[in-house]
């Protein structure tokens, strides 16, 4: 039997604390997969230099991950700014998207290193898929508790990157390695909003 206790609503500087320490800590673990094999004492600077252009593709797989968590946290940031209250259904969607979150260095660093076959592929565009998924639900639900002027455009990267990530997932099959292209739009939508006529 619960309790009102246990059904009030969580505040949101807890939920916040929570969710900036999920995505500081994946976002840093990211980098510990920039490993150089271990070399002797003695060995030549081309031996070095291939090492270090050997890690392009993992340093990739970082450099787009960085930046769909970056994207992911600042929805998340505003989904909780603009959320009237955080309910119990809320904060299961939040939760559930950073237990997603915790595991995105280990999808990005299978896609860093097995990234033109398909498994490897289709697993981290699954997974940001269910990430996006997570976050139009989440927008949603916020949505249905404002007035549309109050919600504005807050659903265009949420759709964006689930249209994206479902085209990724599609393409692991057909292209993998170069199905991340399908990722691009979501780069470069901030910028093509910068330049969206205002409306009077």
Request: net charge positive; proline share 6%.
């Amino acid at each position: 039997m619960s309790t009102a206790a246990e059904e009030a609503p969580i505040e949101r500087p807890r939920l916040a604390a929570l969710q900036d320490g999920v995505y500081a800590i994946a976002m840093t673990l990211l980098v510990l997969e920039l490993k150089l094999p271990a070399f002797g004492e003695t060995f030549a600077d081309a031996a070095l230099w291939s090492a270090l252009l050997g890690l392009w593709p993992k340093l990739l797989g970082l450099l787009l991950s960085f930046w769909v968590l970056a994207l992911f946290w600042e929805s998340d940031a505003r989904i909780l700014a603009a959320a009237p209250q955080v309910d119990a259904p809320l904060l299961r969607l939040a939760l559930l998207r950073l237990l997603l979150v915790s595991l995105l260095p280990f999808s990005s660093a299978l896609i860093g290193e097995h990234g033109n076959h398909a498994p490897a592929a289709a697993v981290y565009a699954a997974h940001l898929m269910l990430l996006a998924l997570i976050q139009v639900i989440q927008h949603l639900r916020v949505r249905r508790g404002l007035a549309a002027a109050a919600a504005g455009g807050r659903g265009l990267q949420a759709w964006a990157t689930l249209a994206c990530s479902a085209a990724a997932l599609g393409l692991a099959f057909v292209a993998p390695g170069y199905n991340m292209f399908a990722l691009a739009p979501i780069l470069f939508l901030r910028l093509l909003r910068r330049f969206r006529p205002c409306r009077p």
